[in-house]
């Protein structure tokens, strides 16, 4: 096992836990570790102020260190006592898995971190992203049940073919701006590649409309007023520049409302405008009237076209409880409701999401297909008929009849046996000899086998997945394109030494390192580099040496002037360490 399990990782199903990946701690750089801890000592000054009370708070309850990018292993013990845990994936994996985490109360964290030219802002999941900014918020109650139930509902949206195609190219983009030494062009043609993507997407399936409000209420939500928002999403809580930005009047600030769902972001950009929530308990309101829009919900004839278009697994469940999983082929359709449905391929059967003894993808290895809705000229549904109905239309035992269905379905055979739910209500009767045909068509006939007629007057819900997880073999993912790990230069990993060296000092491990003798290598071997000056600024100013404190800002003043774009990150963590040293006295 790649990972230490606990309770709550025990009940995840197998095809979930194939994304879980070891996070080897010991990979993180001394590099890594100063990013980390100059992100949070930035964010914990900041957000205090502009962050929901529920971010400081968690932070305590979590034990995120800010000082050290958190061991998951530590991070799941104390995740625990709220009811949740944490697992490393590689990137960003497909949305209904990463959903269907969130069903599990399981954090799903991209164990890898920014790099230094990145500090500000990532378009890939990191753990500075995941670890900062989702863990702590989930300590309020309120809004670890809205996640949770985020994910049980966002996992059976269904999805377009076009939004697998985004998700690789997302993914592609967020590996090729993180791996050191991408060509500009090459992330150039990447971004032209989603923004043509999100231009012709056609259509938005339920996936893309819930990913939506998922962007702007888990990644970018505010609450409180619009005049006097809060930060609590973690795209913002995890950004030091973006948490900034989003508190001036540049940002447009808008009540949040199901609108959301209908508005389409950039993950390559800022943010134009952000919602504003009221509290956690309106994401969760929100959230229902959405479901309620749901093919999961609402069924019926649109139900099964969404399924149709999506060529992928998906479930169908009818007004008996019962539930076919497969992928749909076609639908015929009378008076705007489904009439006869038809899978191709392996399709199992179910119900309440219990696979049918004898209805396995074995049974049905080559597709399923049965009629749904009235007899023709009867009032009552087979569902609701009584056993002496049944008898009296002779859907019985050993009976040879032809079934007529509203709109022009026929079923003409033996009956064997009827398969009945907990309620008494038949949900299937199995024919031999049996030809099924719609207007002339046949769509079943005699030298098949046996023919399972599903019984359902309506299509109750249709949505993504199969009803019974046991039933498929989901273990199918593949990661075509892993993160980028390049051979560390010597410059590299010289640079490195120089940064563990002034952590060791910092934190009491060697305090016989020439603190001086290193910034006079760094300043010859590394004269870019602005993080550990900024470290070393720190030292020095703890312990009081003016010469050197002066010699380092000159420095510092010196790659501002070579490099303004890092001017400001420079000023920042010189103005968090006169702020916090002057708390301290």
Same mark, same amino acid.
């Given at each position: 096992m790649s990972y230490e399990s606990n309770p709550i990782l025990d009940k995840l199903p197998k095809h979930l836990k194939q994304f879980i990946k070891p996070q080897h701690y010991e990979a993180y750089s001394p590099i890594d570790q100063a990013v980390w801890r100059y992100v949070m000592r930035k964010n914990v000054d900041y957000l205090s102020r502009v962050a929901h009370s529920s971010y400081m708070d968690g932070l305590k309850k979590t034990g995120i260190s800010i000082d050290h990018i958190p061991n998951m292993y530590g991070m799941n013990r104390i995740l625990k006592e709220i009811g949740w845990a944490a697992v490393a994936v590689d990137g960003f994996i497909p949305p209904s898995a990463f959903m269907e985490f969130q069903a599990y109360n399981v954090l799903v964290i991209a164990s890898d971190i920014r790099q230094l030219e990145n500090i500000e802002y990532t378009p890939a999941p990191d753990i500075i992203h995941e670890g900062a900014g989702h863990a702590p918020i989930i300590a309020n109650p309120e809004y670890a049940e809205y996640l949770r139930r985020f994910g049980e509902i966002g996992c059976k949206a269904i999805s377009s073919a076009k939004d697998y195609e985004l998700y690789h190219a997302v993914r592609? +983009?967020?590996?090729?701006?993180?791996? !050191?030494?991408?060509? #500009?062009?090459?992330? &150039?043609? $990447?971004?032209?590649?989603?923004?043509?993507?999100?231009?012709?997407?056609?259509?938005?399936?339920?996936?893309?409309?819930?990913?939506?409000?998922?962007?702007?209420?888990?990644?970018?939500?505010?609450?409180?007023?619009?005049?006097?928002?809060?930060?609590?999403?973690?795209?913002?809580?995890?950004?030091?520049?973006?948490?900034?930005?989003?508190?001036?009047?540049?940002?447009?600030?808008?009540?949040?409302?199901?609108?959301?769902?209908?508005?389409?972001?950039?993950?390559?950009?800022?943010?134009?405008? +952000?919602?504003?929530?009221?509290?956690? !308990?309106?994401?969760? #309101?929100?959230?229902? &009237?959405? $479901?309620?829009?749901?093919?999961?919900?609402?069924?019926?004839?649109?139900?099964?076209?969404?399924?149709?278009?999506?060529?992928?697994?998906?479930?169908?469940?009818?007004?008996?409880?019962?539930?076919?999983?497969?992928?749909f082929d076609k639908v015929m359709e009378h008076e705007g409701k489904p009439i006869y449905i038809q899978t191709k391929g392996a399709t199992a059967l179910a119900y309440r999401e219990k696979e049918l003894v004898g209805h396995s993808i074995a049974q049905h290895a080559d597709g399923f297909g049965t009629p749904i809705g009235k007899l023709k000229g009867i009032n009552i549904a087979i569902e609701d008929m009584g056993p002496r109905d049944l008898k009296a239309y002779k859907i019985y035992e050993g009976e040879e009849v032809k079934l007529e269905f509203e709109g022009g379905v026929t079923v003409e055979g033996t009956i064997i046996t009827g398969t009945r739910n907990l309620r008494g209500k038949i949900i299937l009767v199995t024919f031999q000899d049996c030809t099924v045909t719609y207007n002339g068509e046949v769509l079943f006939q005699p030298d098949w086998g046996l023919y399972n007629m599903a019984v359902g007057q309506h299509v109750v819900s249709a949505f993504n997945g199969p009803a019974d997880l046991n039933s498929f073999d989901l273990i199918t993912h593949e990661i075509t394109e892993t993160t980028i790990k390049h051979k560390k230069s010597e410059e590299r990993q010289q640079l490195e030494q120089y940064y563990l060296q002034i952590r060791e000092f910092r934190e009491g491990k060697n305090t016989t390192i020439s603190r001086n003798k290193v910034f006079k290598e760094l300043k010859e071997n590394h004269p870019n580099d602005w993080l550990l000056p900024v470290e070393l600024y720190e030292l020095a100013k703890k312990g009081n040496d003016e010469a050197f404190q002066q010699e380092i800002l000159d420095h510092l003043e010196s790659i501002k002037q070579n490099n303004p774009k890092v001017g400001h990150l420079i000023d920042d963590g010189i103005e968090l360490i006169e702020h916090s040293l002057s708390k301290v006295k």
């Amino acid at each position: 096992m790649s990972y230490e399990s606990n309770p709550i990782l025990d009940k995840l199903p197998k095809h979930l836990k194939q994304f879980i990946k070891p996070q080897h701690y010991e990979a993180y750089s001394p590099i890594d570790q100063a990013v980390w801890r100059y992100v949070m000592r930035k964010n914990v000054d900041y957000l205090s102020r502009v962050a929901h009370s529920s971010y400081m708070d968690g932070l305590k309850k979590t034990g995120i260190s800010i000082d050290h990018i958190p061991n998951m292993y530590g991070m799941n013990r104390i995740l625990k006592e709220i009811g949740w845990a944490a697992v490393a994936v590689d990137g960003f994996i497909p949305p209904s898995a990463f959903m269907e985490f969130q069903a599990y109360n399981v954090l799903v964290i991209a164990s890898d971190i920014r790099q230094l030219e990145n500090i500000e802002y990532t378009p890939a999941p990191d753990i500075i992203h995941e670890g900062a900014g989702h863990a702590p918020i989930i300590a309020n109650p309120e809004y670890a049940e809205y996640l949770r139930r985020f994910g049980e509902i966002g996992c059976k949206a269904i999805s377009s073919a076009k939004d697998y195609e985004l998700y690789h190219a997302v993914r592609h +983009l967020s590996i090729i701006k993180e791996a !050191a030494g991408t060509p #500009q062009e090459e992330i &150039d043609k $990447a971004e032209k590649h989603i923004e043509h993507l999100q231009k012709n997407m056609g259509t938005p399936s339920e996936m893309a409309l819930i990913r939506n409000l998922h962007w702007w209420t888990v990644e970018y939500g505010l609450i409180g007023t619009v005049d006097n928002p809060k930060i609590y999403g973690a795209g913002l809580l995890s950004s030091i520049g973006e948490s900034a930005w989003c508190m001036t009047d540049k940002v447009k600030k808008i009540p949040y409302s199901i609108e959301a769902a209908h508005t389409e972001f950039d993950i390559t950009k800022p943010q134009p405008q +952000l919602f504003v929530t009221p509290d956690f !308990a309106f994401l969760s #309101q929100v959230l229902e &009237d959405f $479901a309620n829009t749901m093919a999961l919900r609402k069924g019926g004839l649109s139900g099964v076209q969404k399924l149709i278009n999506s060529k992928e697994l998906g479930t169908i469940e009818l007004s008996t409880g019962l539930q076919i999983s497969g992928n749909f082929d076609k639908v015929m359709e009378h008076e705007g409701k489904p009439i006869y449905i038809q899978t191709k391929g392996a399709t199992a059967l179910a119900y309440r999401e219990k696979e049918l003894v004898g209805h396995s993808i074995a049974q049905h290895a080559d597709g399923f297909g049965t009629p749904i809705g009235k007899l023709k000229g009867i009032n009552i549904a087979i569902e609701d008929m009584g056993p002496r109905d049944l008898k009296a239309y002779k859907i019985y035992e050993g009976e040879e009849v032809k079934l007529e269905f509203e709109g022009g379905v026929t079923v003409e055979g033996t009956i064997i046996t009827g398969t009945r739910n907990l309620r008494g209500k038949i949900i299937l009767v199995t024919f031999q000899d049996c030809t099924v045909t719609y207007n002339g068509e046949v769509l079943f006939q005699p030298d098949w086998g046996l023919y399972n007629m599903a019984v359902g007057q309506h299509v109750v819900s249709a949505f993504n997945g199969p009803a019974d997880l046991n039933s498929f073999d989901l273990i199918t993912h593949e990661i075509t394109e892993t993160t980028i790990k390049h051979k560390k230069s010597e410059e590299r990993q010289q640079l490195e030494q120089y940064y563990l060296q002034i952590r060791e000092f910092r934190e009491g491990k060697n305090t016989t390192i020439s603190r001086n003798k290193v910034f006079k290598e760094l300043k010859e071997n590394h004269p870019n580099d602005w993080l550990l000056p900024v470290e070393l600024y720190e030292l020095a100013k703890k312990g009081n040496d003016e010469a050197f404190q002066q010699e380092i800002l000159d420095h510092l003043e010196s790659i501002k002037q070579n490099n303004p774009k890092v001017g400001h990150l420079i000023d920042d963590g010189i103005e968090l360490i006169e702020h916090s040293l002057s708390k301290v006295k």
